[in-house]
């Protein structure tokens, strides 16, 4: 923990990426966003985490360092797909080992927390990231999400700040498309991984890579700030809400002074009846 605190003072960009034992609902492509959101939220509250990718970067793309924590929480009875647990055991995951070697989901949350308590301006950047974003949320409240989407991106602005989606920004830039998954997106833009698929280091290692090689030659990235694919509202950090007061104030123009409060009359030094002077009535006739 002291080595990812003291890379935060240099390196602000958190790229993340979570491995969980998957869905417990089938979601419809046509679905809500409740119905998505109520979806999610079934499946994250009922699971537990099992692997975090963490990669502390720079907006230039400097790496400052790449963490895979693996959790020992998740056990052989609790809630799962199994589709998922066989995909993940297929790509290289050992279970048994991360149960027996890793560590607890409460002390290092309980402990990452006070180390961002210290650190302003995070940037968090995720690739389809509304489970990684809920799954980090629920793990640094102990608590069960949110009951909407709307009070989850006002708990996801209070707790985490700023987040970006790279899924969301492939979607908004020209020649790339949302529907691209991050191998597929990172090959676009002529990037090659480092270490293997679905290991969430190596993951996250990459998705930091993307959005800088993003940042540098797409316009007007701020744009797709708290854009989360999937979720109907935006996360509003102060960040974006001091971006959005001067937006207005520049195509309103600043607010009118506040009216002056008047001093009593009759009293010494204030004019005789506000300062104008009655001239006596001339009659014409």
Known sequence: ?????????????????????GCLRQTSPHATDDERYNDMSF???????????????????????????????????????????????????????????????????????????????ITWVTFHGYYDIAYLLKCFTGEALPFTSERFSKAVARILGSVYDLKVMAGRYQGLSCRLGLESLAH???????????????????????????????????DSEGLVYGLGYRVISDRL??????????MTGPPPPPFPLLRPMFVPGFPRFGGFVLMPRVSMS
């Open 1 to 21: 923990m002291s080595l990812i605190e003291d890379c935060l003072r240099n390196y602000r960009f958190i790229a993340i990426d979570t491995e969980f034992p």
């Open 43 to 121: 499946s994250v509250d009922r699971t537990k985490l099992i692997q975090l990718g963490l990669t502390l970067f720079d907006i230039n793309g400097r790496i400052g360092g790449t963490w895979e924590i693996n959790f020992s929480d998740f056990g052989v009875d609790d809630a799962r797909n199994e589709k998922s647990i066989e995909f993940l055991r297929r790509n290289g995951l050992d279970l048994r080992k991360i149960r027996e070697e890793g560590i607890g989901i409460e002390g290092f949350f309980s402990e990452m927390f006070w180390i961002l308590k210290k650190t302003r301006n």
């Open 188 to 222: 676009e833009l002529g990037l090659n991984r480092v270490g293997t698929a679905h290991h969430a280091g190596s993951d996250s290692e990459l998705t930091a890579r993307v959005f800088a090689k993003m940042a540098k030659i797409c316009n007007n990235v701020q």
């Open 241 to 250: 809400k001091q971006k959005q007061h001067m937006i207005h104030v520049m």
